[in-house]
């Protein structure tokens, strides 16, 4: 599942209700924090939460762009 932008209430309920106890709001900017295999993982908005077949949560970084002209 794919963290919500900050606004998305709809989504941020969604995303929360499928982690349960495995994840929590970090801060306001978006941030989650999700209990994984190698330890607590914080995702952002864009980056993706999947469910592995073993039961395991993991975070998929999306790279954010810059903001800077090359």
Known sequence: MRVP???????????LTWLGCAG???GAHGLVEVA???GPAVAAPGDWIV???????????VPQPSGRAS
């Open 51 to 61: 469910l592995s077949a073993g039961g395991d949560y993991h975070v998929a970084v």
């Open 24 to 26: 929590r709001p970090k």
């Open 36 to 38: 994984t295999p190698g």
């Open 5 to 15: 932008a900050p606004a998305d209430g709809l989504g941020w309920s969604r995303l």
